[in-house]
């Protein structure tokens, strides 16, 4: 199966929050509300039934973070053998330390489908070498730099010079960054139960 590409504010609804980060007011105002005509009826079975919230939340934290199933196991079955954290958080400091995701999180990109075409189409460095591979594992202590012609485009050079703020498990000046730390439980989206995600695995 592919990539998804229809309407991006119908997940976002269907999930209950802005997972593409870009829908705007107008998504705001209707994501207490699923969609469909009977968005108000999956709400209420939603809340009800312990397997679908568990999917839901599953779903959820594949579509913030662009992956397909098999690649998402892939990274759960990863965070299985932490030593350090729980499964569930350990699984959600793995997706943070994507490397499309450090690019967006760099605010290099206004979307992590924009990060994760930069990264494929060869725009970024990892200690002086390209690396085209959405789902590398970024380490603290690399460093992350756009290239010099990356600069030139139009959204980049604005997104730049606008200085967003980053998390505080990551360095940038200009377009180039570095990874301080793994990040903590607290700097990660704070809407997700990552233990839904658990407990769907261990069924």
Do not use: C
Not at 29 to 36: E, I, K, S
Not at 42 to 47: G, V
Not at 87 to 104: H, Q, W
């Amino acid at each position: 199966m592919g990539r998804y590409t229809g309407p991006k504010n119908k997940l976002s609804r269907r999930e209950g929050m802005d997972i593409f980060g870009n829908g705007g007011e107008s998504l705001q105002r209707r994501l207490d509300q699923p969609p469909g005509v009977h968005g108000r009826d999956m709400q209420r079975r939603r809340r009800a039934m312990p397997y679908q919230q568990q999917l839901r939340e599953k779903q959820k934290v594949k579509r913030i973070y662009g992956m397909r199933e098999r690649q998402f196991r892939r990274f759960y079955r990863m965070a299985q053998k932490s030593k350090s954290d729980l499964t569930g958080v350990a699984l959600l400091k793995l997706l943070e330390r994507r490397l499309d995701n450090v690019v967006y999180r760099m605010g290099w990109a206004r979307t992590r489908p924009q990060a994760r075409q930069f990264v494929t189409h060869g725009h970024v460095l990892v200690d002086g070498r390209k690396v085209n591979i959405p789902s590398y594992l970024v380490k603290p202590g690399q460093t992350i730099a756009l290239k010099e012609k990356t600069l030139k485009i139009p959204d980049v050079k604005e997104l730049i010079e606008s200085g967003a703020p980053v998390p505080e498990w990551l360095s940038v000046d200009g377009a180039s960054g570095r990874v301080i730390r793994e990040p903590v439980r607290e700097e990660i989206y704070p809407e997700i139960k990552e233990q839904m995600i658990v407990e769907f695995y261990s069924r």
